[in-house]
C-alpha cells in the first residue's frame, strides 16, 4: 500500500511539475498579455512547484516506511536474523552477484550445539536465550553486510561474500570462543561450502549441510 501511494504522490508531482512547466512557457512566449494575470500565473507556477515537492517528500516517506515494513516480516521475532524464505532470496541474489562479478562467495551452515539438552534440563526459555545469543555474536564477529539467516529450529546460514572458507573457519573460531566466555556459554558446529561455478542456491546450502555432518562425525 505504502509504495502504492508513493508511485501515486510520484506521478502527481510529475504533472504539478509539467502545469508549472506550462505556465512559465505561456510568459516566457507572452502569452499571458496582462500584468495581473502575468502575476497569477506566476504564483500558480510557483504553487506547482512547491506542491510537487511535497509531493516527492511524502513519496520517499511512504517508500522509507514500506522499506521498514518489508524488512520487520523479513526478520525472525526471536532472533533477527533473516526468516528461511526472504533469506534465501537474498542468498539467490548474493549468489548470482558474486557470480556475475567473479568474486568468491562461502556459506556456512552453522548448527548450535547442545540446544535440545538445553531446552530438555533448563527450559525453552533458556533454548531461546541461547539462539539469540549465537545470533548477537555472529553479528558481532561477522561483517556488516553478510548475512544471517535463520535456516531452522538451531540452524542458521550464514553468507559470506568475498570471503574463503579459510578465513570464514577462522572467524567460526572466534565466535566458540566468544560464546564460552558468556555467562550461559554455548558453541557451534559449521561446515562451509565455497561457491562454484553454475552453482545454485540449493547446491551451495547441500554442500555446506554436507559439510557440517562431516564436521559433526570428525568430533566424535
Known amino acids: 500500500m505504502r509504495d502504492l501511494a508513493a508511485t501515486r504522490r510520484d506521478e502527481e508531482a510529475e504533472a504539478r511539475d509539467a502545469a508549472a512547466e506550462a505556465r512559465e512557457l505561456s510568459l516566457e512566449t507572452g502569452a499571458g498579455p ?15 512547484r512547491a506542491a510537487a515537492r511535497a509531493d516527492r517528500h511524502a ?15 523479513a526478520l525472525d521475532e526471536l532472533t533477527g536474523a533473516h526468516r528461511r524464505g526472504p533469506g534465501l532470496i537474498e542468498l539467490e541474489r548474493e549468489l548470482a552477484r558474486a557470480q556475475r562479478l ?9 548448527d548450535v550445539d547442545g540446544l535440545k539438552a538445553i531446552n530438555d534440563s533448563q527450559g525453552h526459555a533458556a533454548g531461546d536465550r541461547m539462539l539469540r545469543q549465537v545470533v548477537v555474536t555472529l553479528r558481532t564477529l561477522l561483517r556488516a553486510y553478510d548475512l544471517i539467516v535463520r535456516y531452522g529450529g538451531d540452524e542458521f546460514i550464514c553468507v559470506l561474500p568475498g570471503m574463503a572458507p579459510a578465513d570464514a573457519r577462522s572467524r567460526i573460531v572466534l565466535v566458540n570462543a566468544a560464546l564460552g566466555d558468556v555467562a550461559e556459554p554455548g558453541s557451534v558446529t559449521a561446515g562451509l561450502a565455497e561457491m562454484q561455478r553454475g552453482d545454485s542456491v540449493e547446491a551451495l546450502v547441500g554442500r555446506a549441510d554436507q559439510a557440517l555432518y562431516q564436521e559433526r562425525a570428525r568430533r566424535l
Not at 496582462?34 to 506547482?48: I, K
Open 34 to 48: 496582462l500584468l495581473d494575470g502575468v502575476r497569477f500565473d506566476r504564483s500558480r507556477a510557483a504553487e506547482d
Open 59 to 73: 513519496a520517499a516517506a511512504d517508500r522509507r516506511v514500506a522499506a521498514e515494513a518489508r524488512r520487520a516480516t
Open 102 to 110: 567473479e568474486r568468491g562467495l562461502t556459506v556456512a551452515f552453522v
